[in-house]
């Protein structure tokens, strides 16, 4: 065949590939996702070497595509929630190579908060799953320019090699090659034990750590554990994206973007107008108003009086309001699929996210998104000489801790005019700082600096 009847014929499998076709190979009508994506980076490169034959130009070694050549790519590793997933969408309708990738099983204990991804590399046979993991960290060598990852101690494509004991002194090999290869790495925080000390934040937070079951805990939470990460982190990560948490100790680093970046959602799926399914639809008796309030991992997260996010407080509030004659019940959440708490959280009149902590998590930004009036804890001080960051001073969250809320939860209850007023700008704010196509586009202007050698900006 010649190079240019092959080339054609390449090319013409490739479109085939790229839109989803399974190709005939023989006797085999069934291919895993992994594979394919392996067959069209083969493609790709067969393309690259028969167009050399009629150049006469020499073809890259395969694996060695020069890194300016390379569109905008970047693979997410691991789940952070379902923000990835919607992130990746989002940079591929901006003409990226972007993948987010799970190394988790169907039947994970966080499973229920996941959304989908876009490969999934886990197998029950140890063996299996060992050499899909290498064979794509081979392919993420030759294919992308980025590697941004998620969860604390888990640098790296291979779960075997995760971090586990306080010093996170392992050196993750895999993280290692990309790094000598060029490849960026970033990084997005889970939180105040990511890279903080835990005396850090308690000052900070005046406190906050009281109220959490993890503060005596140091297999999960301590200043040596978290600084520890957070120096490991520091070391290997381009970029680190603290999400909108305070600037303390890890989190005020050079490479940190601070403002959120990769907390993407999808404005759709979290639509004001959201139609509810009849399995979900809750009975409200006349004049009756809901206040949501979800704990994830309730079981774990509280007990013997400790509960970062104040539920007791909310409890308490609601049960003096409805001893005024005020028509209010709790309508509490933990533990169910995520694609359907939205159902419940559409049909609350209030929602009421953490009471503690100082900045606002997932309940929050699903509840902005779906344009409804939310309570949650915010503190916008800084560290002396960190910036205050805009999202957070923008912010239209009604601000409460556990001493105002029956205060500031009565107020929004009995005025259904600031409730109105209070969800669009939630809606508004939600779809500027964290619709997936906003966050695609603060991370592709990050990921232009990174990879021109700019300093990374915080916002």
Known sequence: MTPAKLTAALRSLARRLRHGEVPRLGPVGLVSLYYLNHLRE?????????????????????????????????VFLH?????????????????????SVSLEGPD?????????????????????????AAEFATEVRQRFRMVHFYGKGQMSFFPATYDHDETYSDLPADFAELRRHGIKIGYTVCGCLDGIAQSSFHRWSGGA????????????????????????????CDLVATEGDPALDYQDGPNC????LTTALDPEFWRPDLAIPENRRLARGPNELIVFHAVGNFTARARQGRNIKGT??????????????????????????????RF???????????LNFGRYGATAREGLMLGKPTICRIDGREPAGAAELASIRECPLVSADETTIYAVLRDLLLDADKRRRVGAQSRAYALKWHAADACAERFERAYDRLTTGQPIAAS
């Open 42 to 74: 083969r493609i790709r490169q067969l393309e690259r070497e028969t167009a050399s034959l009629r150049t006469g130009a020499a073809a890259a070694p395969t694996g060695h595509t020069p890194a300016a050549a390379k569109p905008r790519s970047v």
């Open 79 to 99: 789940h952070d929630y379902y923000h990835f997933y919607y992130l990746a969408q989002a940079l591929r309708r901006r003409g990226w190579d972007a993948l």
């Open 108 to 132: 994970s204990p966080n499973a229920r908060f996941y959304h989908g991804e876009d490969l999934n590399l886990f197998d029950p046979d140890p063996a299996v799953f060992a050499r899909q």
């Open 209 to 236: 750590c009281d109220k959490c079951v993890w503060q005596n805990n140091p297999q999960i939470c301590s200043d040596r554990r978290n600084l520890a990460w957070g120096h490991k982190v520091a070391m290997f």
């Open 257 to 260: 973007y601070r403002e959120p």
């Open 312 to 341: 007791p407080a909310v409890v308490a509030a609601i049960e003096r309001l409805r001893g005024e004659g005020v028509p209010v019940r709790l309508e509490f959440v933990s533990d169910i699929p995520n694609r359907d708490v």
């Open 344 to 354: 419940i959280q559409a049909q609350a009149d209030v929602i009421v996210d953490q």
